[in-house]
C-alpha cells in the first residue's frame, strides 16, 4: 500500500516527506494507522557516523495508533484495536521467558540491525521508495514516523478506546524505561532517597515513578532551569543546578549523607562518576544513557557496597507496564502528558531540532495533521 513516511536520506540531512510503498502484514504482524509518535534521541542514532543502522531509513520508535489488517498467526489482536508500540522481542529467549524482554538475546538485530532497521530474514525490506528502492523501516519493530507502519505482536500493546491516543507514544519507550528504572529495575520503595540525573522524558517519567513509589527525597539535577521547575511540580523535592561545583555536597546534604538510588539518563561519564560519589553505602546507580565515552571509574569508586547497574527500557514488559502507567495517569498519580507537545508529521525537522535543544521535553508527530 502508498504511505507517506519522513525518509532520513543522510546522517546530516534534513527529514523528507515521501510517498512509499509498504509491504501487507507478513506472519506475526499489524498493520497499524500512526495517530501520533514521539521523538527520542535515539531516534537521532542514525545519524552517528559507524552506527549499526544507516540511512535511508524510517526512524520512530514510540507509535500509537489503530490496527488495520493482522497478518497470519496474529491471535488476540484484531483490527480496530488502539495499540501502542514498544520495542521488539523474540519471546523464545531465556531472558524473554524470564520476563526481561528489554534484554532480549536478539533485541539489537530484532530494532537495530538486519530485520531491525528494514530487511527481512530474506534480505528485503517492507518499504520501497519512488524509484523503486528499498528504505530501512523496522526501526524498533515499527518506523512510525509515517502515516502506516508494520509491527509484530510482541511489540503491540492494546489500550483502552477512550485514551487520547495521539499523546501515548512516548509510553512505548521514554516513559515507560524512566518510570520502569525506578519501579522495576531499581525497585525504589517508600522513604527512599532518588536522585535522577538529566530531567528530560526519561528522567521526569523516573521523577513522577519516584514519587508513586512513596520516595520521600527526590532530586533533580540538570542544567536547564524551566526543566527543574517542572520537575518540582511533577514531584521532585530539590533540585540541584547541573553546572555548580559542589554538586556531590548538595546531594550528600540533601539526602541524609548519600542517595539510596541514583539515575543517570545523560550518558555522560563525569556526570556518571557524580552519581557514584553522592550514593550512600550499598546504594546503586542505574545507568540509562550508554556512557559517550569510555567511563573510567577510581579503584575505590565501588566500595561500600555500591553498584551501578545497566537499564534497558526500564526492564519493563510492555503489556503489563504500560497498563498500569495509564491506571496511574487516570488516578491523577503519573501526568505524563505534561512532557508533550504536538507537531505535525511534515513540522518532524522543528521537533527533532527542540528534541536536540531541549526546547520540548516530549515532540510527538501527528500524521494526520
Keep these: 500500500m502508498k504511505i507517506e513516511a519522513a525518509v532520513l536520506r543522510g546522517a546530516s540531512d534534513p527529514y523528507v ?6 509491504a501487507p502484514p507478513g506472519h506475526g504482524q499489524v498493520l497499524v494507522r500512526i495517530v501520533g509518535a514521539g521523538f527520542c534521541h535515539t531516534d537521532m542514532l542514525p545519524r552517528t557516523p559507524g552506527f549499526m543502522a544507516q540511512p535511508p531509513v524510517i526512524t520512530g520508535h514510540e507509535g500509537s495508533g489503530i490496527v488495520e489488517e493482522v497478518g497470519p498467526g496474529v491471535t488476540g489482536i484484531v483490527p480496530g484495536a488502539h495499540v501502542v508500540l514498544s520495542f521488539d522481542s523474540c519471546g523464545t529467549c531465556r531472558n524473554c521467558l524470564a520476563a526481561h524482554p528489554a534484554y532480549c ?23 520501497i521508495d519512488h524509484h523503486g528502492r528499498p528504505v530501512a523501516a523496522r526501526w524498533f519493530g515499527q518506523s ?11 511489540n503491540v500493546v492494546e489500550v483502552d478506546k477512550d485514551l487520547p491516543l495521539e499523546l501515548l507514544g512516548p509510553l512505548g519507550c521514554a516513559v515507560q524505561t524512566g518510570a520502569g528504572a525506578v519501579l522495576l529495575a531499581l525497585k525504589a520503595g517508600a522513604g527512599s532517597s532518588v536522585v535522577v540525573f538529566g530531567a528530560g522524558g526519561v528522567g521526569l517519567s523516573a521523577i513522577m515513578a519516584a514519587r508513586v ?12 532551569e524551566n526543566r527543574l521547575s517542572l520537575a518540582r511540580e511533577l514531584g521532585a523535592t530539590a533540585t540541584v543546578q547541573g553546572g555548580d561545583d559542589d554538586i556531590v555536597e548538595q546531594l550528600r546534604e540533601l539526602t541524609g549523607g548519600g542517595t539510596q538510588y541514583a539515575l543517570d ?7 556518571i562518576n557524580t552519581a557514584i560519589d553522592a ?3 550499598t546504594g546503586t546507580v542505574g545507568l540509562i544513557g550508554a556512557p559517550s565515552r569510555p567511563l573510567t571509574l577510581a579503584p575505590a569508586a565501588l566500595t561500600q557496597g555500591k ?9 519493563a514488559v510492555p503489556q503489563l507496564f504500560i497498563p ?17 507537545r504536538t507537531y505535525p508529521l511534515s513540522a518532524i525537522n522543528d521537533a527533532e531540532r527542540d528534541a536536540a535543544a531541549g526546547t520540548t521535553i516530549k515532540p510527538v508527530l501527528l500524521p494526520g495533521s
Design 17 to 22: 516527506i515521501e510517498p512509499v510503498e509498504l
Design 105 to 127: 538475546e536478539d533485541f539489537y538485530r530484532l530494532n537495530l540491525t538486519g530485520s531491525g532497521s528494514g530487511s527481512g530474514p530474506d534480505g528485503a525490506g517492507p518499504v
Design 144 to 154: 512510525s514516523f509515517a502515516t502506516h507502519a508494520l509491527a509484530t505482536a510482541r
Design 213 to 224: 513509589a512513596g520516595a520521600t527525597t527526590i532530586v533533580a539535577v540538570d542544567l536547564n
Design 265 to 271: 539518563t545523560t550518558g555522560v561519564p563525569e556526570v
Design 279 to 281: 550514593l550512600r553505602p
Design 307 to 315: 553498584n551501578v547497574k545497566g537499564i534497558m527500557e526500564g526492564d
Design 324 to 340: 498500569q502507567l495509564l491506571q496511574l495517569w487516570r488516578d491523577g498519580r503519573f501526568p505524563f502528558d505534561r512532557l508533550v
